[in-house]
């Protein structure tokens, strides 16, 4: 069965078949190989993040697709993922924003480091993007959004299962709160609502 996404496109034929880059601790290129044995021998690869933040400091957050080869239904606090053979950081960041969240904005760099549990190891690089815009999420790998105060974000993140790496890579660099925020996720709902 081909996964279908929120807006009724086709998930990826065959993901594991694309071809990723192992790199060393530092990110540079030690050989290239299948996103599939990237994932199955647990190889470091290069990946990006971009948190979406809009104008009244809301967090734009999703809920992965059930089929996704990493946290399957797990909710994230960015739109992200493995760079491309060859693929500048920046232009990886656009692409998946795109492809993700079908959002198009201005990036800008905030932030990088390692990640290593679970059989996942990456170098990666964090960006932020503030729009107000809404999602759209064509390409299927997101099945609800929903926007989170960023001052209510660590109690938000206490009570739902979510992907360790973008915690721990992104919310160190996310912006500070502008000013009080009633607690709790907002009434703006995407795609398919929060569950």
Request: with cysteine; aromatic share 4%; hydrophobic share 40%.
């Amino acid at each position: 069965m081909t996964p279908t996404g929120a807006t009724g496109g086709p998930g990826p034929s065959d993901p594991g078949a694309e071809p990723v880059e192992e790199v060393d601790e530092d990110g540079a290129v030690l050989r290239i190989v299948t996103r599939r044995e990237m994932r199955a021998r647990g190889l470091r690869h290069r990946t990006v993040f971009v948190a979406v933040v809009d104008g009244d400091d809301r967090l734009l957050v999703h809920q992965r697709a059930g089929w996704k080869d990493v946290w399957p239904s797990a909710w994230d606090i960015a739109f992200g993922g493995v760079c491309g053979v060859a693929e500048g950081w920046a232009d990886a960041a656009a692409r998946e924003l795109a492809e993700e969240a079908g959002l198009v904005a201005p990036l800008a760099r905030v932030g990088g480091g390692t990640w290593e549990a679970d059989g996942v190891r990456e170098v990666a690089q964090v960006f932020l993007a503030r729009t107000d815009d809404p999602p759209t999420c064509p390409d299927g790998e997101v099945v609800a959004t929903d926007r989170v105060p960023l001052g209510a974000l660590d109690a938000w993140l206490a009570t739902r299962p979510v992907c360790p790496d973008s915690v721990a890579l992104v919310r160190p660099h996310l912006p500070e709160p502008s000013g009080p925020h009633p607690g709790g996720a907002s009434a703006d709902r995407g795609l398919r609502g929060a569950g």
